[in-house]
């Protein structure tokens, strides 16, 4: 699947590819992930993203690639508009510490359709940056869809949007593939895919314990 067929996820049942990695002629590459969460909603996972702060919860995420947490911009737990800023390590400590700002969207607006706004679960979307440049190298949606068992997470990163951000000059064409060549490879869509695989298993373990001993809501 590439960004521009991301409504595809709004259809009934699956896609020919649910957990595993693309890429494209062009450079780009997506990442999908699939995850059940029995006795979660999705309201569950929106919660969770409006209630994650430091780094002792983060690492209740995943404990051992989840290293440091912070966030700006994110008031009364609203995290729509929000950067969450963080320091991880993608599918094992053997690989180098990634430092990552990701922008969250609105999700209707950033992915071009009112239905993800609109559908019975939630789509949590975002911008995958750098942290300590002004760069952007793709795009994200955490689809969760409410099923009779609890709900389940279709993640797709969608890798190779190289874009600059925060007032910095703008990319051309030529600038923007070559970084995308250089940085977009495939050891990072493979380290993505099993870091994705593990943190959202870990968060379909704790979640719905957790969520209810916060926020008092026993209802499913």
Excluded at 100 to 112: E, N
Excluded at 178 to 190: F, G, N, Y
Aim: with cysteine.
């Amino acid at each position: 699947m590439r960004f521009e067929n991301v409504s595809d996820l709004l259809r009934p049942g699956y896609l020919p590819l649910e957990s595993g990695t693309e890429v494209y002629p062009d450079g780009f590459r997506t990442v999908t992930a699939l995850t059940r969460m029995p006795q979660c909603r999705a309201k569950m996972v929106h919660w969770w993203f409006g209630w994650l702060g430091g780094t002792d919860q983060y690492k209740l995420w995943h404990p051992t690639d989840h290293v440091f947490s912070d966030w700006e911009g994110r008031e009364n737990g609203v995290y729509i508009g929000a950067s969450h800023l963080v320091h991880e390590y993608l599918g094992g400590t053997d690989g180098p510490v990634f430092k990552l700002k990701i922008q969250f969207q609105q999700p209707g607006t950033f992915l071009g359709n009112p239905e993800f706004d609109q559908f019975d679960g939630v789509a949590v979307a975002a911008r995958i940056g750098a942290l300590e440049k002004p760069l952007n190298l793709g795009r994200m949606v955490h689809f969760v869809r409410n099923t009779p068992w609890g709900c389940e997470m279709r993640s797709r990163f969608f890798l190779g949007f190289v874009e600059a951000r925060d007032g910095a000059p703008p990319l051309d064409d030529a600038q923007a593939a070559t970084l995308r060549q250089e940085l977009v490879t495939e050891e990072l869509a493979r380290r993505l895919h099993q870091h994705a695989t593990e943190e959202m298993g870990y968060l379909a373990d704790i979640l719905p314990v957790l969520y209810r001993q916060v926020t008092g809501d026993i209802s499913l």
